[in-house]
């Protein structure tokens, strides 16, 4: 039997993948310092756990297909924090930000059709690229520029008749660097111009260190057919599993088209939507908490690594990752190696090779992504499993 184009062609998580080896080495009783992963350490608001403690259904029902009106109305609310205007049918509740991606990308491509993505990208943008049938086209950015948007001019030499979207995330995973309300005017000129979908991942919103004001996709004026925008509250809240996203739209003809996947689908998790409408009434308090802990921890993390001989970091300006480049001949070998072989203090540390969030053949080879989700204590730790690492890593270049 053979498997289809689709599966074999479908790549495995560079986030993931060495997954079963950070788990032989745990079940040896080796200490993993887990960098791989956007999952924080954060708690989770207790107004949320409430949530499902004082849960009082007699019947776990399915929802509507776009998810409880009241949670799609909390959703106006919050939107409207950031000065984005929104009604509750311009939102459709997704499970989770992937599925918000791959509807957007099932309603707006057509098998063939080229996307066009700043690299390097969040890696499950390819896959879910793949299983609607486009091509990734990317637009090489430079970790010596803290990877800046590309210039309009070789954006366009991208662009040809099978173009249909630019897809960018801002803040950006895995670089986490912060688009200028400039950068994102250009995007809008171009996709005007040239009749393309903007799809924004706007996951990270919270985390934007640059002192001025969210400028959202949604702020610009002249694009409301163009702009999809896709949303979590996994990272804002630290509720990863409960799997509750979101896409926005003004394009009314979009949405109805997305919907048909979505009753498809039959409807988004319940008690994933009960958690996300409480986490909304959060205190501010615990937001404000939230960001002043990462604002620490990266500027602890880049501090760090940019004192390790041979290492580089720019300072990323939002989300909670960085990009850095390792005096090493093959940055995945250097992860499986640090998981299988390498030990320092009964201990190991765990990162996502970057080759994985490029589809440039060799781009990325001597990097990582690291996510600063761990406490300083720990991340302190881990830097210092990653300096004894890179002086015995026999592939070491400089």
């Known amino acids: 039997m053979e498997l289809s184009q689709r599966a074999i062609a479908f790549p495995s998580s560079p986030i993931r993948k060495l997954a079963p080896y950070a788990d032989e080495a745990k079940r040896n009783g080796v200490?993993?310092?887990?960098?791989?992963?956007?999952?924080?350490?954060?708690?989770?608001?207790?107004?949320?756990?409430?949530?499902?403690?004082?849960?009082?259904?007699?019947?776990l029902e399915y929802s509507p297909s776009d998810g409880f009106l009241s949670l799609r109305r909390k959703l106006v609310g919050y939107y409207g924090r950031f000065g984005i205007k929104l009604s509750e049918?311009?939102?459709?509740?997704?499970?989770?930000?992937?599925?918000?991606?791959?509807?957007?990308?099932?309603?707006?491509?057509?098998?063939?059709?080229?996307?066009?993505?700043?690299?390097?990208?969040?890696?499950?943008?390819?896959?879910?690229?793949?299983?609607?049938?486009?091509?990734?086209?990317?637009?090489?950015?430079s970790i010596e520029d803290g990877f800046r948007l590309p210039s309009v001019e070789a954006i366009e030499e991208?662009?040809?008749?099978?173009?249909?979207?630019?897809?960018?995330?801002?803040?950006?995973?895995?670089?986490?660097?912060?688009?200028?309300?400039?950068?994102?005017?250009?995007?809008?000129?171009?996709?005007?111009?040239?009749?393309?979908?903007?799809?924004?991942?706007?996951?990270?919103?919270?985390?934007?260190y640059t002192g001025e004001p969210y400028f959202s996709s949604l702020h610009m004026e002249g694009v409301d057919e163009n702009v999809v925008v896709i949303d979590s509250v996994s990272k804002r809240y630290s509720e990863c599993g409960i799997r509750i996203g979101c896409i926005c739209s003004r394009n009314r003809?979009?949405?109805?088209?997305?919907?048909?996947?979505?009753?498809?689908?039959?409807?988004p998790p319940l008690l994933g939507q009960i958690v996300a409408e409480a986490s909304i009434d959060v205190p501010a308090s615990y937001l404000e908490g939230v960001y002043d802990e990462y604002i620490d921890r990266r500027n602890f993390l880049i501090q760090g690594l940019n004192s390790i001989p041979g290492v580089y970091s720019p300072m990323?300006?939002?989300?909670?990752?960085?990009?850095?480049?390792?005096p090493v001949d093959d940055s995945e070998?250097?992860?499986?190696?640090?998981?299988?072989?390498?030990?320092?203090?009964?201990?190991?540390?765990?990162?996502?090779?970057?080759?994985?969030?490029?589809?440039?053949?060799?781009?990325?080879?001597?990097?990582?992504?690291?996510?600063?989700?761990?406490?300083?204590?720990?991340?302190?730790?881990?830097?210092?499993?990653?300096?004894?690492?890179?002086?015995?890593?026999?592939?070491?270049?400089?």
């Open 253 to 267: 003809e979009l949405l109805a088209a997305v919907m048909k996947f979505c009753q498809a689908r039959l409807s």
């Open 158 to 208: 991208q662009i040809t008749p099978r173009s249909r979207a630019i897809l960018i995330c801002n803040p950006n995973n895995p670089t986490g660097y912060v688009y200028t309300k400039e950068e994102m005017l250009r995007l809008r000129d171009i996709v005007r111009r040239h009749n393309l979908f903007l799809f924004c991942d706007e996951v990270y919103r919270e985390f934007t």
């Open 89 to 141: 049918d311009e939102i459709i509740v997704t499970t989770g930000g992937s599925e918000a991606v791959l509807l957007a990308f099932l309603t707006c491509i057509n098998p063939g059709d080229e996307l066009i993505v700043p690299e390097p990208f969040y890696a499950n943008y390819r896959s879910f690229a793949i299983a609607a049938g486009a091509e990734v086209k990317p637009v090489p950015t």
């Open 31 to 59: 200490h993993v310092y887990q960098l791989n992963i956007g999952q924080p350490d954060i708690k989770t608001p207790q107004c949320a756990i409430d949530a499902v403690r004082n849960l009082d259904r007699t019947v």
């Open 316 to 326: 990323p300006m939002g989300a909670f990752y960085t990009v850095a480049a390792l």
């Open 333 to 398: 070998k250097f992860c499986l190696w640090c998981l299988k072989e390498f030990r320092h203090n009964g201990a190991t540390v765990m990162m996502a090779p970057a080759s994985g969030f490029y589809t440039t053949p060799g781009a990325g080879r001597n990097q990582v992504r690291i996510a600063y989700v761990l406490n300083k204590e720990d991340m302190a730790k881990a830097l210092d499993c990653l300096r004894h690492a890179l002086e015995q890593y026999p592939g070491r270049t400089v």
